[in-house]
């Protein structure tokens, strides 16, 4: 059985624990709504919301692992991830131009 103890905790690891929880509330919710669509409902089957969004922040983890921890250049030549992310879309519509034809073609 386990046993029940009561642990204290110091003021300034409440105090940090709320300032990291505030940091994720105004960063990463905040990009979500801003630059990936978050705040328009694309569907609206309750099933089809909960696994858009998990799809979706499955992508934005997913894209940011790849360019803070791949492409960790950009940060020391300050380059703005606007930018990078930019880039990546221009590389990957002129990039596939070309072989969607290929792709689609049955004929």
Known sequence: MLESRQET??????AR?????W????????DLKTYWHTDHAFVHDPTAIQAWLGILILAVN???T???????HF?????????????????MRWGL?????ALWDTG
Do not use: C, D
Not at 9 to 14: G, H
Not at 17 to 21: D, E, F, L, V, Y
Not at 66 to 72: D, G, N, S, T
């Open 9 to 14: 905790v110091a003021t300034r690891s409440i």
């Open 17 to 21: 624990i709320t300032a990291a929880r």
């Open 23 to 30: 940091n994720i509330e105004n960063n990463g919710f905040h």
């Open 62 to 64: 997913l894209m940011y």
């Open 66 to 72: 790849f360019v803070y921890e791949h492409l960790h």
């Open 75 to 91: 940060r020391e030549w300050n380059i703005p991830l606007r930018e990078v992310v930019q880039e990546i879309k221009e590389q």
């Open 97 to 101: 131009a070309g072989r969607t034809k």
